[in-house]
């Protein structure tokens, strides 16, 4: 089983960057497609971003493309997102997950582990 911790939230001003990270314990990341995701108070969680298990294939949702990367690091386990020119509306708490396959995938119900999700909050 993966265990997902998220961290990297904050509270930043419109225009502003931030960098989440996804680290992974228990068993190695690597052979795992991982997504982000995020819930905004009063919303269902939606897809952010993904990344295929080698790092070659990634996809965005309209709503952050251009403005957010995913990347990976499978020597430190990790994946990461970073988020340029936040905008209020990106306020939500994000969580990443992983699914057991090496494909990518926007659908949440296709990623079997979760982290506990942190806040980020974007201030106009």
């Known amino acids: 089983q993966v265990q997902l911790v998220e961290s990297g939230g904050g509270l930043v001003q419109a225009g502003g960057s931030l960098r989440l990270s996804c680290a992974a314990s228990?068993?190695?990341?690597?052979?795992?497609?991982v997504g982000w995701f995020r819930r905004a108070p009063g919303k269902e969680r939606e897809f952010v971003a993904a990344i295929s298990w080698s790092g070659s294939s990634t996809y965005y949702a309209d709503s952050v493309k251009g403005r957010f990367t995913i990347s990976r690091d499978n020597a430190k386990n990790t994946v990461y997102l970073q988020m340029n020119s936040l905008k209020p509306e990106d306020t939500a708490v994000y969580y990443c997950a992983a699914r057991g396959s090496s494909a990518l995938s926007t659908m949440r119900s296709e990623y079997y582990y979760w982290g506990q999700g942190t806040q980020v909050t974007v201030s106009s």
């Open positions: 228990r068993r190695t990341l690597s052979s795992y497609a």
